[in-house]
């Protein structure tokens, strides 16, 4: 059974930082392209960041030099380190694994609010 579980949200000052964390299992994870997304209310989900078995990360403008990707394979995790934390990042964050028809967790809130 392939389970996808994020953690790591929570409440946040503007200018704070945040890591998210996410297990993947049932599945050989490293054959996987990983992914994190994020949805406000009211709105679509957009792609934060992903990154292919090899490593190779790919960003929303939005976010650029202030996040990052990273996976440990060892550990079939993928993390989003977030940093410069603004208002606008405010949204439930999913951790996906193989694209969009592929298998996805419940997400975890963060809210950046002073």
């Known amino acids: 059974q392939v389970q996808v579980v994020e953690s790591g949200g929570g409440l946040v000052q503007p200018g704070g930082s945040l890591r998210l964390s996410c297990v993947f299992s049932g599945r050989a994870f490293s054959s996987y392209y990983m992914g994190w997304y994020r949805q406000a209310p009211g709105k679509q989900r957009d792609m934060v960041a992903t990154i292919t078995n090899g490593g190779r990360t790919n960003y929303a403008d939005s976010v650029k030099g202030r996040f990052t990707i990273s996976r440990d394979n060892a550990r079939n995790a993928v993390y989003l380190q977030m940093n410069s934390l603004e208002p606008e990042d405010t949204a439930g964050y999913y951790c996906?694994?193989?694209?969009?028809?592929?298998?996805w967790g419940k997400g975890t809130l963060v809210t950046v609010s002073s």
């Open positions: 996906n694994a193989g694209g969009p028809t592929g298998y």
